[in-house]
Nanobody
Framework: QVQLVESGGGLGQPGGSLTLSCAAS??????????MNWVRQAPGKGFEWVSG????????SYANSVKGRFTISKDNAKNTMYLQMSSLKPEDTAVYYC?????????????????WGQGAQVTVSS
């Protein structure tokens, strides 16, 4: 059974940095082909895909809203994915979810798709 546990996040200042982690169990990164994603939900809004990384090839992709500011990565030895967030903006405030899926998708996210973690709150405010 796939389990995903996010950690990190919290309160960050505009222009500052935060890092999220997602510890995965129930499957092994370097023995599977899947997409690990960060998907966020701002207050009162729908789900927005942020970034994804392929567990086999390491190929990465970013939403335009975070490109150049956020970096996704994975550590196969720890079976953990990361999201380094820099140059934070107030509009980055959201609950960030770690999501595993068998296909790449950048739109149409909903909780019936893939396997989701419990989410981590990121608040950007001065």
């Amino acid at each position: 059974q796939v389990q995903l546990v996010e950690s990190g996040g919290g309160l960050g200042q505009p222009g500052g940095s935060l890092t999220l982690s997602c510890a995965a169990s129930g499957f092994t990164f370097n023995q599977s082909w899947s997409w690990m994603n960060w998907v966020r939900q701002a207050p009162g809004k729908g789900f927005e895909w942020v970034s994804g990384i392929n567990t086999d090839s390491g190929l990465v992709s970013y939403a335009n809203s975070v490109k150049g500011r956020f970096t996704i990565s994975k550590d196969n030895a720890k079976n953990t994915m990361y999201l380094q967030m820099s140059s934070l903006k107030p509009e980055d405030t959201a609950v960030y979810y770690c999501v595993r899926d068998d296909v790449f998708r950048s739109t149409g996210w909903e909780k019936t798709l893939g396997s989701w973690g419990q989410g981590a709150q990121v608040t950007v405010s001065s």
